[in-house]
Antibody
Framework: QVQMVQSGAEVKKPGASVKLSCKAS????????IHWVRQAPGQGLEWMGR????????TYTQKFQGRVTMTRDTSITTAYMEVSRLRSDDTAIYYC?????????????WGQGTVVTVSS | SYVLTQPPSVSVAPGQTARITCGAN??????VHWYQKKSGQAPVLVVY???DRPSGIPERFSGSNSGNTATLTIRRVEAGDEADYYC???????????FGGGTKLTVL
C-alpha cells in the first residue's frame, strides 16, 4: 500500500542542524511532489515547502528560505529535509506528505510525523 | 496572499450537523481542501477540491465553496469526529500552500 515512513524523534541543541527523512513506497516516487508541514505544540499546521522528486526542484516559504534544504534520493525513494540553525521555536512535529493533485496542492498520504525537540 | 480565517471552535451534539467555515476574499474561485487532525495522529484529507471525498471518507463529510466562504459540513456527527479541522489551498500568486488556523470540533 501507499505509505510514507518518517525517521525517528530527534533532540537537538539550539544552533544545531537536523536532517529528517521520509521513505515513500507503494507508488511511483518521481510522479508526485512531496511537501513538508510542521505543527508546533498548541499551534496549527504550517507549510514549509515542497520538492519535486523527478527533478529536485524546490519551493520554500520565505520564512524558511536559507535555513531549510529539501533533497531526495530517487534510488531509495526517500525525501529529506534539513533544518539548520535550530531555535527553540522549531520544536514541533514535522510531517511529509504526498501531493497527487496537480495545480491544487492537496495531500492524500502523510507520514507519521517526526518529533523534533530543540532544547539546551 | 491569502489569509484563511476559521472559527477557533465549533460545538455540536451527536447526530446533529456541524458546519466549519473558512473565509477569505473571493475564496470561491479557488480549490479548497479540508483535513481532520486528531491528537497524536497525522492529518487526514477529508475533502479535496472543494467537494470531492477521498475513498474511505464517509458521505457524512461534504464541502462547498462560494463567494468569500468555504464550508465543511459534517452530518450526523459522531463522537469520533471530534478533532481539529483545517482548510487549505494553493495560492497561485505566491506558489505557496496556505492553511487556515484550524477549528476544534467538540462533540457535546
Amino acid at each position: 500500500q501507499v505509505q510514507m515512513v518518517q525517521s525517528g524523534a530527534e533532540v537537538k541543541k539550539p544552533g544545531a542542524s537536523v536532517k529528517l527523512s521520509c521513505k515513500a513506497s507503494g507508488y511511483t516516487f518521481t510522479g508526485y511532489p512531496i511537501h513538508w508541514v510542521r505543527q508546533a505544540p498548541g499551534q496549527g499546521l504550517e507549510w514549509m515547502g515542497r520538492i519535486s522528486p523527478n527533478n529536485g526542484d524546490t519551493t520554500y516559504t520565505q520564512k524558511f528560505q536559507g535555513r531549510v534544504t529539501m533533497t531526495r534520493d530517487t534510488s531509495i525513494t526517500t525525501a529529506y529535509m534539513e533544518v539548520s540553525r535550530l531555535r527553540s521555536d522549531d520544536t514541533a512535529i514535522y510531517y511529509c506528505a504526498r501531493d497527487p493533485f496537480f495545480s491544487t496542492d492537496a495531500f492524500d498520504i502523510w507520514g507519521q510525523g517526526t518529533v523534533v525537540t530543540v532544547s539546551s | 496572499s491569502y489569509v484563511l480565517t476559521q472559527p477557533p471552535s465549533v460545538s455540536v451534539a451527536p447526530g446533529q450537523t456541524a458546519r466549519i467555515t473558512c473565509g477569505a476574499n473571493n475564496i470561491g474561485g479557488e480549490s479548497v481542501h479540508w483535513y481532520q487532525k486528531k491528537s497524536g495522529q497525522a492529518p487526514v484529507l477529508v475533502v479535496y477540491e472543494n467537494y470531492d471525498r477521498p475513498s474511505g471518507i464517509p458521505e457524512r463529510f461534504s464541502g462547498s465553496n462560494s463567494g468569500n466562504t468555504a464550508t465543511l459540513t459534517i452530518r450526523r456527527v459522531e463522537a469520533g469526529d471530534e478533532a481539529d479541522y483545517y482548510c487549505q489551498l494553493w495560492d497561485s500568486s505566491s506558489d505557496y500552500v496556505i492553511f487556515g488556523g484550524g477549528t476544534k470540533l467538540t462533540v457535546l
